[in-house]
Nanobody, 112 residues
Framework: QVQLVESGGGLVQAGGSLRLSCAAS????????MGWYRQAPGKQRELVASITSGGITNYADSVKGRFTISSANTKNTVYLQMNSLKPENTAVYYC??????WGKGTLVTVSS
């Protein structure tokens, strides 16, 4: 089993930045990729960014150039640096560790 704990969410004005962190514990040797997803009110959960154990990253088109995903060398922490935030980025952000572990989420609210 893998446990994931997100942190770093909060309220920020449009144009501001936030850095989310996700700490993994437990059977982290089984993790082969980690990612950030988000779910806005009334919408489906969507992929924001992901990173494989080999460091290959993938981003949703809407966040390319503004968000950066990275991971610690020990593979037990993944970060999401979010810059130039927009009100439409408001959502609960979830950390996921493949093959199928989820955190409880952290709320990001971007005010206009």
């Amino acid at each position: 089993q893998v446990q994931l704990v997100e942190s770093g969410g909060g309220l920020v004005q449009a144009g501001g930045s936030l850095r989310l962190s996700c700490a993994a514990s437990g059977s982290i040797f089984s993790i082969n990729a980690m990612g950030w997803y988000r779910q806005a009110p009334g919408k489906q959960r969507e992929l924001v960014a992901s990173i494989t154990s080999g460091g290959i990253t993938n981003y949703a088109d809407s966040v390319k150039g503004r968000f950066t995903i990275s991971s610690a060398n020990t593979k037990n922490t993944v970060y999401l640096q979010m810059n130039s935030l927009k009100p439409e980025n408001t959502a609960v952000y979830y950390c996921k560790a493949a093959p199928g572990y989820w955190g409880k989420g952290t709320l990001v609210t971007v005010s206009s």
